[in-house]
């Protein structure tokens, strides 16, 4: 069935837009008419994701940038881009770029701890803060932040205390957002995928994968494209009365 077109003249900023889920949001939104900023630290795999967007509507134009979205001079450098070539701030912003390094707390580094708050935590919060930013400066208001979470962000998981802990606190940034910047019509939910193929989940043993897989109610991984289809409800205006959420996208999984 064809995607409506939900998104036209909207312009989008998606983060991570190389790979797996995010390469997944990046051809969603734009078959529903958006323009997409394809963010990524690997400038070649943005590259790859620019090349599979729709560009059917009219005015409809795409761009990939590099960036690494735990550096606030990399992230100004990137509005900038982005104000220049677009000539208006993006409506839209998927901060879905985020990392695993995943260990047992016991012997888990304070560099594996810091680097995965970096750019799962602090990248949102940076995003956040310059897109919001950006459409205030604009004089007209409107807006939807989504960020992307985790299932283990609620429950927690083992090997993972840095990741667990880098989504709880997306949710809390994403919450208070919704708090701040409602007045201005900036929405501000978070997405909380279960177990997804992709690149990131690819690297879990197989073992493992299997046993997760036995305990998704659903019986199967999700697919990116489970998670961009909620992204693109929570981009458009049907999600117009919801901020401050948590959706959960698991198979029903609750570990
Ligand atoms: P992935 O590894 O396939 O893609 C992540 C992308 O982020 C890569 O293209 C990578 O280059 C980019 N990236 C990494 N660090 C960056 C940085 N500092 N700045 C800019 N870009 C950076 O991962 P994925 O599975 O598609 O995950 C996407 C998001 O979904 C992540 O936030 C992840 O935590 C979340 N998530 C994934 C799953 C899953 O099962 N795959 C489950 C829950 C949540």
Redesign the pocket.
């Known amino acids: 069935m064809a995607a409506p077109i939900r998104l036209r003249s909207t312009l989008a900023l998606v ?10 949001i990046c051809q969603r939104l734009s078959q529903e008419g958006a323009s997409v900023a394809v ?4 400038l070649d ?2 590259k790859e994701t620019l090349q599979s967007l729709s560009r059917g509507i009219p005015g409809q134009d795409h761009v990939a940038l ?6 606030a001079d ?1 992230v100004r450098a990137l509005m900038e881009q982005i104000q220049s070539y677009f000539s208006s701030p993006p409506r839209v912003a998927v ?6 390094k995943d260990d047992f707390l016991l012997r888990l580094s304070e560099k594996n701890f810091e680097s995965v708050l ?3 935590l602090k ?1 949102p919060f940076l995003i956040t803060q310059a897109v919001a930013q950006s459409i205030v400066a604009s004089g007209k208001n409107g807006g939807s932040i989504i960020n ?5 962000g609620k429950v927690g998981n083992l090997g993972q205390a840095n ?1 667990a802990a ?2 709880s606190g997306v949710e809390g940034l994403t919450k208070t957002a919704a708090k701040e910047l409602a007045k201005f019509d900036i929405r501000c939910n978070t ?11 690819d690297k879990v043993p197989q073992k493992v994968m299997d046993k997760i897989v036995s305990l998704v109610p659903m019986g199967r ?2 697919q ?1 494209e489970d ?1 961009a289809d909620v992204c693109a409800f929570l981009a458009s205006d049907d999600s117009r009365y919801i901020t401050g959420a948590s959706i959960e996208v698991t198979g029903g999984l609750y570990l």
Not at 39 to 42: E, F, I, K, P, T
Not at 66 to 71: E, F, L, N, P, W
Not at 148 to 152: A, K, T, W
Not at 191 to 201: E, H, K, Q
């Open positions: 983060t991570g837009g190389g790979s797996g889920i995010g390469r997944a963010v990524d630290l690997n795999s943005a590099t960036a690494d979205v735990s550096r990399h901060n879905n770029a985020g990392i695993t970096n750019v799962n990248g992307m979470g985790s299932i283990v990741y880098s989504k997405v909380l995928p279960g177990f997804i193929a992709t690149p990131m989940t991984l999700g990116p998670i």
